[in-house]
């Protein structure tokens, strides 16, 4: 299930190299791999990392296990940090412990930390997950996990990557770096970890984006093999590898894949958390927009090209959340700027925008971001409610976005009174996608807390027409098209 649902935009884990973990497993399950253990364990010197990579393997499909339960269903709400999730953290803190001495770590640790990080980030502990992420990007380093450079003189097709061997350790080296790259901003968005500083560089013009190594589902119903998601969405294999770009080509000048598109959104995220990090925090300090002109600029036209390329949304919800993320970390100062130079001034706030180029550009990318994550939850939530169907595929970074919407709603109903009746409803489409990401993702249950107490709301106030349900547990795990 996570090559399904998850792999398409965190894919840390490279198919071909995973399946030979598997079966490299099951073969020292049932005992007929005895090389490992005769040829470097006798009586008189037992070797007690023998059965290492069998261990490690079995922890990263644990880990994968954990990424694959609903938090709701019709069964009512799911454990979550349970007996399941402590063990596993439990084995990792000391696998990754033990690399602290070990010149040659296991892959596998980074990518069990990746993932449990993703867990926990997704069902909303970030200062935790930040924590799982930092012990995982140590022993990253250790290893020389980093990401493919554009080679001199070289363009942007710089040739393919073999399937197999070298090229899948390759593959699965820049993916999993990338991985920890694009769920680190999602964690630095977070209140509580909005001062942390950033684990991993940010990467350069020559840096590579990553590629996806294909997977294959299994046939639908029919007895083929569907090209694209269809229904309840089967994700399918390219029908041919990406050409390699590097994160300085623009969206809709080339054709992205899915999991390049996951990580050149996160660098325009990256360099909009980093202006946050960097600029004047001194309450009423005006920021130029004029210094990220060109950064929102491109951010915008990603989102519309992006909205008039896909057919599915869903299939880049994560990219969505990321962009407009971005739009609002470098505008939603503005806001407080503009409600607070309101509470001194009698003049109407439509005259105090139009007095300030600033003001009156923010107040545009924030009109901007809201419509199109407002556009998206119409859209999804009305899928949704009319044909029940799996939320597995919901990723778990969108739900912060609709708390970001929210807030900029509650703003602008207080600045602009005479728009509070379509912020409501902008709000009650907001809170029904929370809801629907609270069956996958504890994150759309926490954020919907926090709005309840930060804005005084009840959120049953808004959800009194929802049409959705917990789906039933046999659906979460049905992924025929319907």
Not at 217 to 239: D, F, L
Not at 310 to 324: G, I
Not at 422 to 441: D, H, M, P, T
Request: include cysteine; hydrophobic fraction near 40%.
């Amino acid at each position: 299930m996570y090559f399904l649902c998850i792999h398409s935009w965190y894919a840390v884990i490279h198919p071909t190299l995973f399946e030979q973990q598997v079966a490299s497993l099951a073969a020292v399950t049932d005992g007929s791999d005895t090389t490992a253990a005769t040829t470097t364990t006798t009586p008189e010197h037992p070797n007690p990392n023998a059965d290492r990579p069998a261990k490690t393997a079995a922890l990263l499909v644990a880990a994968m296990y954990l990424l694959t339960r609903m938090r709701t269903t019709d069964a009512g709400p799911q454990p979550i940090f349970d007996e399941t999730y402590r063990t596993v953290k439990r084995l990792l803190s000391s696998l990754l412990l033990a690399c602290a001495g070990d010149p040659h770590p296991d892959v596998e640790v980074v990518q069990c930390g990746a993932l449990v990080a993703l867990y926990e980030y997704g069902h909303g502990d970030a200062v935790t997950a930040y924590r799982t992420l930092s012990q995982a990007v140590v022993t990253a380093r250790v290893l020389g996990i980093r990401p493919a450079q554009l080679a001199e003189g070289r363009g942007g097709d710089i040739g393919m990557m073999m399937g197999t061997g070298a090229g899948a350790e390759e593959e699965q080296s820049g993916g999993l770096w990338w991985g920890m790259f694009i769920l680190e901003q999602f964690i630095h968005q977070d209140e509580n970890a909005v001062d942390f500083p950033f684990l991993l560089e940010s990467p350069t013009r020559n840096t590579l984006l990553p590629e996806t190594p294909p997977t294959t589902p299994p046939p639908n119903s029919t007895g083929g093999q569907t090209g694209t998601r269809s229904g309840a969405g089967m994700p399918m294999s390219p029908p041919s590898l990406p050409r390699h770009l590097s994160t300085n080509i623009l969206i809709g000048t080339e054709k992205f894949a899915g999991f390049q598109l996951s990580a050149k959104t996160a660098c325009l995220f990256h360099r909009a958390l980093r202006i946050d990090k960097e600029r004047d925090a001194r309450p009423g300090k005006m920021p130029l927009v004029s210094t990220y002109a060109d950064l929102d600029r491109e951010i915008r036209e990603s989102t519309l090209t992006l909205l008039g390329e896909t057919l599915d949304w869903e299939d880049m919800l994560d990219c969505f959340a990321m962009l407009v993320s971005a739009l609002f970390t470098l505008y939603m100062p503005y806001l407080s700027i503009l409600e607070s130079t309101q509470r001194f001034s009698s003049a109407p706030a439509s005259s105090l925008v139009a007095s300030s180029a600033e003001i009156s550009t923010a107040m545009a990318a924030l009109r901007f971001a809201c419509k199109m994550s407002t556009d998206i939850s119409c859209k999804l939530n009305a899928n949704f409610g009319s044909a029940p169907r799996s939320p597995a595929f919901l990723c778990a970074p969108a739900g912060a976005t609709c708390y970001l919407v929210i807030q900029a709603y509650a703003a602008l109903r207080r600045i602009f009174p005479e728009e509070r009746a379509e912020c409501e409803a902008n709000i009650e489409e907001k809170f029904e996608s929370l809801k629907l990401f609270s069956f996958r993702w504890g994150i759309a249950e926490k954020m919907m807390s926090q709005l309840e107490k930060k804005l005084n709301v009840d959120r049953n106030h808004y959800l009194q027409r929802s049409r959705l349900v917990p789906p039933p547990h046999t659906m979460c795990f049905d992924f025929t098209p319907r």
